[in-house]
Protein backbone atom coordinates (compact mmCIF):
# COMPACT_ATOMS: atom_id res chain seq x y z
CA UNK A 1 0.00 0.00 0.00
CA UNK A 2 1.53 3.73 -1.54
CA UNK A 3 1.20 6.34 1.47
CA UNK A 4 1.45 9.56 -0.25
CA UNK A 5 2.33 12.52 2.42
CA UNK A 6 -0.09 15.41 2.29
CA UNK A 7 1.40 18.85 2.57
CA UNK A 8 -0.95 21.89 2.71
CA UNK A 9 -1.95 23.79 0.24
CA UNK A 10 -0.21 26.31 -1.83
CA UNK A 11 -3.32 28.83 -1.89
CA UNK A 12 -6.37 29.83 0.59
CA UNK A 13 -9.42 31.60 -0.06
CA UNK A 14 -9.83 34.16 2.37
CA UNK A 15 -13.67 35.00 4.03
CA UNK A 16 -13.49 37.70 1.74
CA UNK A 17 -12.73 35.73 -1.25
CA UNK A 18 -8.96 36.79 -1.65
CA UNK A 19 -6.13 34.32 -2.28
CA UNK A 20 -3.77 34.03 0.24
CA UNK A 21 -0.08 31.93 -0.88
CA UNK A 22 2.57 31.24 1.47
CA UNK A 23 4.63 34.43 -0.14
CA UNK A 24 1.73 36.61 1.88
CA UNK A 25 3.66 35.23 5.06
CA UNK A 26 5.98 37.12 6.78
CA UNK A 27 9.64 36.01 6.41
CA UNK A 28 10.75 33.67 8.82
CA UNK A 29 13.40 36.23 10.18
CA UNK A 30 10.67 38.50 11.01
CA UNK A 31 12.02 39.77 14.56
CA UNK A 32 9.28 43.30 14.81
CA UNK A 33 5.77 41.68 14.93
CA UNK A 34 2.99 44.38 13.51
CA UNK A 35 -0.65 43.52 13.73
CA UNK A 36 -0.67 42.61 10.14
CA UNK A 37 2.43 40.18 10.39
CA UNK A 38 0.07 38.90 12.85
CA UNK A 39 -2.40 38.34 10.89
CA UNK A 40 -1.08 36.68 8.49
CA UNK A 41 0.38 34.60 10.47
CA UNK A 42 -3.29 33.76 12.32
CA UNK A 43 -5.04 33.08 8.85
CA UNK A 44 -2.44 31.45 7.46
CA UNK A 45 -2.89 28.97 10.16
CA UNK A 46 -6.56 29.26 10.45
CA UNK A 47 -7.20 28.58 6.85
CA UNK A 48 -4.41 25.92 6.52
CA UNK A 49 -1.59 27.20 4.75
CA UNK A 50 0.68 26.69 7.61
CA UNK A 51 0.33 24.43 9.96
CA UNK A 52 0.22 25.03 13.98
CA UNK A 53 3.71 23.59 14.89
CA UNK A 54 5.34 24.89 11.70
CA UNK A 55 4.49 28.57 12.19
CA UNK A 56 5.86 27.91 15.71
CA UNK A 57 9.12 26.57 14.62
CA UNK A 58 9.46 28.97 11.68
CA UNK A 59 8.22 31.91 13.64
CA UNK A 60 10.13 30.82 17.31
CA UNK A 61 6.48 31.77 18.57
CA UNK A 62 5.37 30.32 21.96
CA UNK A 63 2.51 28.01 21.61
CA UNK A 64 0.54 30.33 24.02
CA UNK A 65 1.70 33.32 21.94
CA UNK A 66 0.32 32.08 18.71
CA UNK A 67 -3.01 30.89 20.70
CA UNK A 68 -3.41 34.58 22.36
CA UNK A 69 -2.96 36.08 18.48
CA UNK A 70 -5.43 33.32 16.97
CA UNK A 71 -7.89 34.22 20.39
CA UNK A 72 -7.72 37.75 19.79
CA UNK A 73 -8.05 37.95 16.33
CA UNK A 74 -11.19 35.92 16.50
CA UNK A 75 -12.83 37.82 19.09
CA UNK A 76 -12.25 41.22 18.70
CA UNK A 77 -10.47 41.37 14.61
CA UNK A 78 -7.27 42.85 13.76
CA UNK A 79 -7.11 45.77 15.72
CA UNK A 80 -6.52 43.45 18.96
CA UNK A 81 -3.16 42.20 17.50
CA UNK A 82 -2.03 45.76 17.51
CA UNK A 83 0.57 46.23 20.19
CA UNK A 84 -0.53 49.65 21.50
CA UNK A 85 -4.26 48.14 22.45
CA UNK A 86 -3.07 45.29 24.51
CA UNK A 87 -4.85 46.53 27.35
CA UNK A 88 -8.33 47.63 25.97
CA UNK A 89 -8.68 43.77 24.42
CA UNK A 90 -7.31 41.56 26.86
Known sequence: MLHQKVSPPRTVT???GTVM????LPPQSTKRWT???????VQGV???LLPQEEAKRCYQLSDQELRSW???AQTHGTDALKAT????YR
Not at 21 to 24: L, Q, S, V
Open 85 to 88: RLWV
Open 70 to 72: ISA
Open 14 to 16: LED
Open 21 to 24: TRED
Open 46 to 48: LYG
Open 35 to 41: ASRKEAV
